[in-house]
């Protein structure tokens, strides 16, 4: 299938590795046009490198931290200036701190919803313009399983998350008018970084060795495995194609059937 992104200019934020990573590693492969951005200049600099090695796509970078609204715009407007105009955003953020409710003072609060929900509703911000003057766009944020089903012991990302998901669904009527689709996606148990480091904690906490938890972990998945970050990808580049023209405001799972509700 042609998804049509050939020429089309996706901004990917959090980038440089894991689920940014892929993602952008896709719309490279599809012949998109593609910025990545995070904090460390030294990675961005390595992973746009290596998309340019395994697919001979347009990449560039730059640095921002997605917890300054400065940064952001500046993001915005230096993709603009290096090609054009902005298709596609993919809103993506490493996850607050695990913990449970009393572990979190009012400055870990706010932290938290600074950098998982704020960063988002900034970014969309910026880009709308852009967006709105070519009417068409697509944006697709990167959110979590919880908020279909809270995460033991990520009760602020669990809180902010399904903030992201509310967002969409109300931007989502919002936007239809000027042909601008938004959906969110909640990745499941991905291997990525994160998922090792949210294992290891859990582990030490149940007082077992990691590849014990890890195999039990595995066996509650229906498919009996994590997901890939290529697995991950492919459904979020399929939203931001020009193969999807009728999916708007909707909040997707891709965890391999381990979220049992509705």
Not at 244 to 251: E, F, K, L, S
């Given at each position: 299938?042609?998804?049509?992104?050939?020429?089309?200019?996706?901004?990917?934020?959090?980038?440089?590795?894991?689920?940014?990573?892929?993602?952008?590693?896709?719309?490279?492969?599809?012949?998109?046009?593609v910025m990545i951005s995070s904090r460390s200049a030294t990675e961005l600099e390595k992973t746009a490198?290596?998309?340019?090695?395994?697919?001979?796509?347009?990449?560039?970078?730059?640095?921002?931290?997605?917890?300054?609204?400065?940064?952001?715009?500046?993001?915005?407007?230096?993709?603009?200036?290096?090609?054009?105009?902005?298709?596609?955003?993919?809103?993506?953020?490493?996850?607050?701190?695990?913990?449970?409710?009393?572990?979190?003072?009012?400055?870990?609060?706010?932290?938290?919803?600074?950098?998982?929900?704020?960063?988002?509703?900034?970014?969309?911000?910026?880009?709308?313009?852009?967006?709105?003057?070519?009417?068409?766009?697509?944006?697709?944020?990167?959110?979590?399983?919880?908020?279909?089903?809270?995460?033991?012991?990520?009760?602020?990302?669990?809180?902010?998350?399904?903030?992201?998901?509310?967002?969409?669904?109300?931007?989502?009527?919002?936007?239809?008018?000027?042909?601008?689709?938004?959906?969110?996606?909640?990745?499941?148990?991905?291997?990525?970084?994160?998922?090792?480091?949210?294992?290891?904690?859990?582990?030490?906490?149940?007082?077992?060795?990691?590849?014990?938890?890890?195999?039990?972990?595995?066996?509650?998945?229906?498919?009996?495995?994590?997901?890939?970050?290529?697995?991950?990808?492919?459904?979020?580049?399929?939203?931001?194609?020009?193969?999807?023209?009728?999916?708007?405001?909707?909040?997707?799972?891709?965890?391999?059937?381990?979220?049992?509700?509705?």
């Amino acid at each position: 299938m042609d998804l049509g992104l050939k020429g089309k200019t996706a901004l990917v934020l959090a980038s440089s590795k894991g689920l940014g990573k892929e993602t952008a590693m896709k719309f490279a492969e599809e012949g998109a046009n593609v910025m990545i951005s995070s904090r460390s200049a030294t990675e961005l600099e390595k992973t746009a490198q290596e998309i340019r090695d395994k697919t001979g796509g347009k990449i560039t970078y730059k640095v921002c931290n997605i917890m300054d609204n400065e940064q952001i715009v500046e993001l915005v407007h230096e993709t603009v200036s290096t090609y054009g105009t902005i298709d596609i955003l993919v809103n993506n953020a490493g996850g607050p701190p695990a913990g449970n409710f009393d572990d979190f003072s009012d400055k870990d609060w706010m932290n938290a919803f600074e950098l998982t929900l704020l960063s988002v509703i900034r970014t969309i911000r910026a880009v709308l313009p852009f967006m709105r003057k070519q009417q068409n766009g697509r944006i697709v944020n990167i959110a979590s399983s919880s908020f279909k089903q809270p995460l033991e012991n990520l009760t602020l990302s669990n809180t902010f998350r399904t903030g992201i998901m509310g967002l969409a669904k109300s931007l989502s009527q919002e936007l239809a008018k000027d042909n601008i689709l938004i959906n969110t996606v909640g990745p499941g148990r991905i291997a990525t970084d994160r998922l090792k480091e949210l294992d290891s904690k859990m582990a030490e906490a149940q007082g077992i060795e990691l590849e014990k938890h890890v195999a039990q972990s595995e066996a509650s998945i229906p498919l009996g495995r994590y997901g890939t970050p290529e697995e991950f990808a492919n459904i979020l580049v399929f939203l931001c194609s020009g193969a999807n023209t009728y999916v708007t405001g909707q909040a997707i799972l891709v965890d391999g059937g381990l979220v049992k509700a509705m």
